[in-house]
């Protein structure tokens, strides 16, 4: 992991990465090596992993392996609104199922396939979440890659909408940029927001 404000004690220098440990019983004897997913031989794992200070005698429990998401061809089989198209009354995806990457990504398109839900079952044909917004730009991938090579994807400032090329030239600062990206996504969002029953203000009335 990136050692963003971590120092050795010892010397005073900043390491090239640092390796995170979870706690994974109360007894506070068996941690996990977080992110250390690897498609090396267990034997070469233990050579390897003995080399990080500190773990010179570590006996481990189990080794790394990587896993694979189970995910559908969201292109060919969904719509903006996460809906199946040949059965978009009665079917949502969300989550690693639909194409999305990360713990945020999956909750969030979980909770939108849950507000898209609710309008179906009011009767209401459901808003799509607006392009410009991250959680739009997200599901516009994820509903528009090309279905013939649809790998899933977290949110990036690549998928948000770019900025019009005026914009661009004036503004060479690259933080400045996904600062006015950043602005336009959370104002497309809570233009939307405001359009949109929310069903906890149906339940307190």
Not at 17 to 32: F, G, I, P, T
Not at 104 to 118: C, N
């Amino acid at each position: 992991m990136k050692p963003v404000g971590l120092r050795d004690p010892r010397t005073g220098q900043t390491p090239w990465a640092v390796v995170q440990l979870r706690k994974e019983n109360l007894r506070a004897d068996s941690y996990n090596l977080v992110g250390f997913q690897n498609h090396l031989k267990w034997g070469d794992q233990a050579r390897v992993l003995r080399l990080i200070p500190g773990l010179e005698n570590a006996r481990f429990l189990r080794y790394g392996q990587i896993h694979r998401n189970t995910y559908i061809c969201a292109p060919a089989l969904l719509d903006e609104t996460l809906r199946l198209k040949i059965e978009p009354r009665t079917i949502l995806f969300a989550g690693q199922l639909s194409g999305v990457e990360g713990y945020t990504e999956s909750i969030a398109t979980g909770l939108l396939a849950g507000l898209y839900a609710a309008s179906l079952a009011r009767g209401e044909e459901p808003t799509p979440i607006p392009r410009t917004s991250a959680l739009g730009s997200l599901v516009h991938y994820i509903t528009h890659a090309d279905a013939k090579d649809f790998q899933p994807a977290n949110i990036t400032f690549d998928l948000l909408e770019p900025l019009e090329e005026e914009t661009r030239k004036r503004v060479r600062d690259k933080k400045e940029r996904h600062r006015i990206q950043c602005e336009r996504a959370l104002a497309a969002f809570d233009a939307w927001w405001s359009t949109i029953p929310h069903p906890t203000a149906e339940l307190r009335a």
